[in-house]
Antibody, heavy 118, light 110 residues
Framework: QVQLVQSGTEMKKPGASVNVSCKTSGYTFTSYPIHWVRQVPGQGLEWLGWINVGNGNTRYSNKLQGRLTITRDTSASTAYMELSSLRSEDTAVYYC???????????WGQGTLVTVSS | DIVLTQSPATLSLSPGEGATLSCRASQSLGTYLAWYQQKPGQAPRLLIFDASNRATGIPARFSGSGSGTDFTLTISSLEPEDFAVYYCQQRSDWPPGGYTFGQGTKLELK
């Protein structure tokens, strides 16, 4: 079955960077893009960006452009998200997901809590 | 960026009643709209993709409609497990590759 397994909880200080990984299995990794979505506790979902896993092209939300980098390692079927210059308002659960488009191939990781605090 | 506005913010209903949730886009999406359900502590679950296509395993009481800028998720007869937060989500053609979520509608037990 399709699985997206994310790395564990992170605690960071303001100004630091965080890396979250998303290891996939059960499907052809290069066939679907990987998106990153976050959710501040008690609030709604925010789309952050995506990577075309086949060619490595990326697209980021205007809000995080310049601080967010999404990469992938096709040999490891794993996608990565790096968020730099962390602020307290970046405290959230970060999800990787395939997100449905013209097909219903929609699968989510379990989420990674990133806490930014001095 | 395309903005999605969901209404109402909260909907208080009882099991057996019908629910109508709205999502309005700031520009035309064609049918590039999905609906998700999220329960506390869980990742979102896809209900509807491309405005009206029910995802595999989703009960027939869930239906989606609309195109352009106005979309609706209808739950015909609420079951106890349907009380959750619902989000609409768009994928835009231009600028290409942009996605956004609505702010959510909380469906709560009356």
């Amino acid at each position: 079955q399709v699985q997206l397994v994310q790395s564990g909880t992170e605690m960071k200080k303001p100004g630091a960077s965080v890396n979250v990984s998303c290891k996939t299995s059960g499907y052809t990794f290069t066939s679907y893009p990987i998106h990153w979505v976050r959710q501040v506790p008690g609030q709604g979902l925010e789309w952050l960006g995506w990577i075309n896993v086949g060619n490595g092209n990326t697209r980021y939300s205007n809000k995080l452009q310049g601080r967010l980098t999404i990469t992938r390692d096709t040999s490891a079927s794993t996608a990565y998200m790096e968020l730099s210059s962390l602020r307290s308002e970046d405290t959230a659960v970060y999800y990787c997901a395939t997100l449905a488009s013209t097909t219903e191939f929609d699968h989510w990781g379990q989420g990674t809590l990133v806490t930014v605090s001095s | 960026d395309i903005v999605l506005t969901q209404s109402p913010a909260t909907l208080s209903l009882s099991p057996g009643e019908g629910a109508t949730l709205s999502c309005r886009a700031s520009q035309s999406l064609g049918t590039y709209l999905a609906w998700y359900q999220q329960k506390p502590g869980q990742a979102p679950r896809l209900l509807i993709f491309d405005a009206s296509n029910r995802a595999t395993g989703i009960p027939a009481r869930f239906s989606g409609s609309g195109s352009g800028t106005d979309f609706t998720l209808t739950i015909s007869s609420l079951e106890p497990e349907d009380f959750a937060v619902y989000y609409c989500q768009q994928r835009s053609d231009w600028p290409p590759g942009g996605y956004t979520f609505g702010q959510g509608t909380k469906l709560e037990l009356k």
